[in-house]
């Protein structure tokens, strides 16, 4: 069936340390694929998305291309600040108006 | 636009209480979804609604009812609290966001969440 599969975390990163963060699926049709971010105490704020195979989303240093071949989405920035510091969701979305969340990967940067 | 509001943010319940979550959205989206978010398990849909008056059950529906009376308004109810229902519970609405594959692609906009205590 359709499915997220994430990193499992707890990530823990010095600041401005490469972040990747791993996302593959299994779909049917023609998926969107979503990361959201959950900063302490608050709800999924979308992060980024894209919504056909070799798009790249990007927003605030991280970016993710979706490969069709590899069935991924994987997420990164090049150097990440304390402030990123929260739980990052891949999702997926299918034309059937479905949703499919990764069980969410724990990002903490230390100074 | 306010986007997704949720009522209220933080509960504390005792074991056999009722209570009624409000999710309310102003983008004229006719989905939303009910989930609940636990440590470890990411997130589960408890359900969902299609349009005005219309509801399904998602992945983990017992124990919970919901209505759908008016389109930008969805509650999810709980009828005796018990402390499994420990969680926070997050309210969505889905909205088109463009194409996918020559068919429309949605995109799910989030509320604040509620934290439900149960004792």
């Known amino acids: 069936g359709d499915s997220v599969t994430q990193m499992e975390g707890p990530v823990t990163l010095s600041e401005e340390a490469f972040l990747t963060i791993n996302c593959t699926y299994t779909?049917?049709?023609?998926?969107?694929l979503f990361w959201y971010v959950q900063y302490p105490g608050e709800g999924l704020q979308l992060l980024l998305k894209?919504?056909?195979?070799?798009d790249k989303g990007s927003n605030k240093g991280f970016e993710a291309t979706y490969r069709k071949e590899t069935t991924s989405f994987h997420l990164e920035k090049g150097s990440v600040q304390v402030s990123d510091s929260a739980v990052y969701f891949c999702?997926?979305?299918?034309?059937?108006?479905?949703?499919?969340f990764g069980t969410g990967t724990s990002l903490t940067v230390i100074p | 636009n306010a986007g997704v509001t949720q009522t209220p943010k933080f509960r504390v319940l005792k074991t056999g209480q009722s209570m009624t979550l409000l999710c309310a959205q102003d983008?004229?989206?006719?989905?939303m979804y009910w989930y609940r978010q636990d440590p470890g398990m990411g997130l589960r849909l408890i359900h969902y609604?299609?349009?005005?008056?219309?509801?399904a059950k998602g992945e983990v529906p017992d124990g919970y009812n919901v209505s759908r009376l008016k389109k930008q308004n969805f509650l999810l109810g709980l009828e005796s609290a018990a402390p499994s229902q420990t969680s926070v519970y997050f309210c969505?609405?889905?909205?088109?966001?463009?194409?996918?594959?020559?068919?429309?692609?949605?995109?799910?906009?989030f509320g604040p969440g509620t934290r439900l205590t149960v004792t």
């Open positions: 894209a919504t056909k195979a070799d």
């Open positions: 969505a609405s889905v909205g088109p966001t463009g194409l996918a594959g020559g068919f429309r692609a949605y995109e799910q906009y």
């Open positions: 983008m004229n989206h006719e989905y």
């Open positions: 779909a049917t049709g023609y998926p969107s």
């Open positions: 609604s299609v349009g005005e008056g219309t509801t």
């Open positions: 999702a997926l979305g299918l034309t059937g108006n479905q949703f499919y």
